[in-house]
């Protein structure tokens, strides 16, 4: 197997960081790819993202409010001449909103998923694979889109991110005020 992939921290750039992990996923077996989930935090609770739902991880650069949306809809952000819509999971599910310093990157939604869209993200931090981690009991029922809650080799526990669930819930489409 290929050494461990380093820490976005001591990547020189996302997009470096992005590369090698397509490259990662490209070079594994076929089970494992289909296996594998992107960790990531959104403020101070971490999930699971299926990566066949995920276009790619970027900073979260200049985001251009819309007039007369919810706040949750943080605005548009241009990914590499693509116009996606950002969203504050978080606030969306009727907690408090990211704060600047938590929202330092976008998880851009893949082109199966058919929506221009990214979510704020605190940072990704790794593959997991569904082999290494322990199903937890059910907790009380969350938002619509997290799933089963799971816990990880060093303790971390993480929820499943249903990205379809989430573009295909009402709220998801109605940003207007």
Do not use: C
Not at 14 to 29: G, I, K, V, Y
Not at 57 to 80: E, K
Not at 86 to 111: C, F, H, I, K, S
């Amino acid at each position: 197997m290929n050494a461990p992939m380093e820490h976005p921290k001591h990547v020189a750039s996302l997009r470096e960081f992005s590369a090698q992990l397509a490259q990662r996923l490209a070079e594994a077996p076929a089970r494992e790819v289909q296996a594998a989930q992107l960790g990531v935090r959104i403020g101070n609770r971490d999930y699971l993202v299926d990566m066949t739902s995920i276009g790619e991880v970027v900073p979260a650069s200049s985001i251009a409010r819309v007039p007369w949306t919810r706040p949750w809809f943080r605005g548009l952000a241009n990914v590499r001449g693509r116009l996606v819509g950002v969203y504050d999971l978080p606030q969306m599910a009727g907690e408090e909103p990211l704060r600047d310093e938590q929202a330092l990157q976008l998880l851009v939604l893949g082109e199966s998923l058919k929506v221009n869209a990214a979510l704020l993200i605190t940072r990704a931090f790794g593959l997991r694979s569904a082999k290494d981690l322990e199903s937890l009991p059910a907790a009380e029922a969350g938002a619509p889109w997290e799933g089963t809650r799971f816990r990880d080799a060093a303790g971390m526990t993480l929820t499943e991110l249903n990205l379809v669930r989430l573009v295909t819930d009402e709220r998801f489409a109605s940003i207007g005020i």
